[in-house]
C-alpha cells in the first residue's frame, strides 16, 4: 500500500509541476479558418459525421479507437525490408 500511496504523490507531483505537458500545441477551436478558402471544415466536417452516426451509431467508438491507436501506436521500421515494429506509448 506503501508503494501505491508513494507513486500516485509522484505521478501527482509530475502532473502539477509540468513534466507532463504536451509536445505539441493543443487543439484550438477554428483552427481551419480561412485555410481552406470558403469552406467551413469544422461544420463540414461535423455534419458528415453527424450523418453517418444516423446511418451507425457505431461510427463513434470506431471514431475513438481510431484516435486512441493513432495517438499510442506508432510503427517503425527496423533495418530489414520485410520487418515491421509496433512501438505501444502509455
Not at 43 to 65: C, K, N
Request: aromatic share 10%; hydrophobic share 50%; with cysteine.
Amino acid at each position: 500500500m506503501e508503494k501505491v500511496i508513494i507513486a500516485f504523490a509522484f505521478m501527482l507531483f509530475a502532473a502539477r509541476s509540468g513534466w507532463c505537458e504536451a509536445a505539441t500545441p493543443p487543439l484550438v477551436v477554428d483552427f481551419y479558418n480561412g485555410k481552406c478558402s470558403d469552406i467551413d471544415v469544422e461544420a463540414t466536417v461535423g455534419s458528415l459525421i453527424a450523418s453517418l452516426y444516423e446511418q451507425d451509431p457505431a461510427i463513434a467508438a470506431a471514431l475513438l479507437r481510431l484516435q486512441f491507436h493513432d495517438c499510442f501506436v506508432h510503427v517503425s521500421r527496423n533495418l530489414r525490408k520485410d520487418q515491421i515494429i509496433l512501438h505501444k506509448h502509455a
